[in-house]
């Protein structure tokens, strides 16, 4: 049974806190994606990779960071936390031309 | 640009009855195309694809979808709707000469009711 964990379900974080939202796959796929969830806004791919140590931009990078040091862990960062980053945040990763596989997602909160 | 449309926010549909979502999408070449669901505070769950072939292509939960090339529209469907069908469902594409990112429709809120 193929997975995509998160390592937070529910994070509860302060203003200017620095935030680490981790990933991981155990496909062996070798992209992996972040997205953010707003209401209305549907989701918004905010950083992807395709190999280890690559990382592309995607629509809404900024206030953002991505490490990909691992082929099965990719981690977005929030280098200084503000509250309009207070989203559900959406990992998922994906074979060459196959459909993406979703974590559970983790809900932030940036007090 | 690349887009993808679902032209209704939301869906209502009474239970037992056909229903349908639907999706446009504009992109160049000849994209793959999926439907996503997303229950209540998860993730989005895979529900079927196209990639080639027959137009019409079968899913998890008793869900099909029709590929119509010249109206570039991806509907999903499915004979008769269950309660348990209310969820948000994403239309997505991936553009075959778009590098390996996905491009997303804005979801469809559908309502099944008893």
């Known amino acids: 049974d193929v997975k995509v964990t998160q390592s937070s379900r529910y994070l509860v974080k302060r203003t200017g806190e620095k935030v680490f939202l981790e990933c991981v796959q155990d496909?062996?796929?070798?992209?992996m994606f972040w997205y953010r969830q707003d209401p209305g806004l549907g989701l918004r791919l905010i950083y992807f990779s395709y190999d280890v140590k690559m990382k592309e931009k995607g629509d809404i990078p900024e206030g953002y960071s991505v490490s990909r040091e691992k082929k099965e862990r990719f981690s977005l960062i929030l280098e200084s936390a503000s509250t309009n980053q207070t989203s559900m945040y959406l990992c998922?990763?994906?074979?060459?031309?196959?459909?993406?596989?979703f974590g559970p997602g983790t809900r932030l909160t940036v007090l | 640009a690349q887009s993808v449309a679902q032209p209704e926010d939301q869906v209502n549909v009474a239970e037992g009855n056909p229903l349908t979502v639907k999706c446009t999408y504009s992109?160049?070449?000849?994209?793959?195309l999926f439907w996503y669901v997303q229950y209540p505070n998860r993730g989005l769950q895979f529900l079927l694809k196209y990639i080639t072939g027959d137009n019409l292509v079968k899913g998890s939960y008793g869900f099909e979808a029709e590929f119509n090339k010249s109206q570039t529209s991806f509907h999903l469907k499915k004979p008769s709707a269950l309660v348990s069908d209310s969820a948000l469902y994403f239309c997505a594409v991936r553009p075959v000469n778009y590098g390996q990112n996905f491009v997303f429709g804005p979801g469809t809120r559908l309502s099944v009711l008893p």
């Open positions: 496909m062996d796929h070798e992209n």
């Open positions: 992109v160049s070449g000849n994209p793959y």
């Open positions: 998922a990763s994906a074979g060459t031309y196959n459909e993406q596989f």
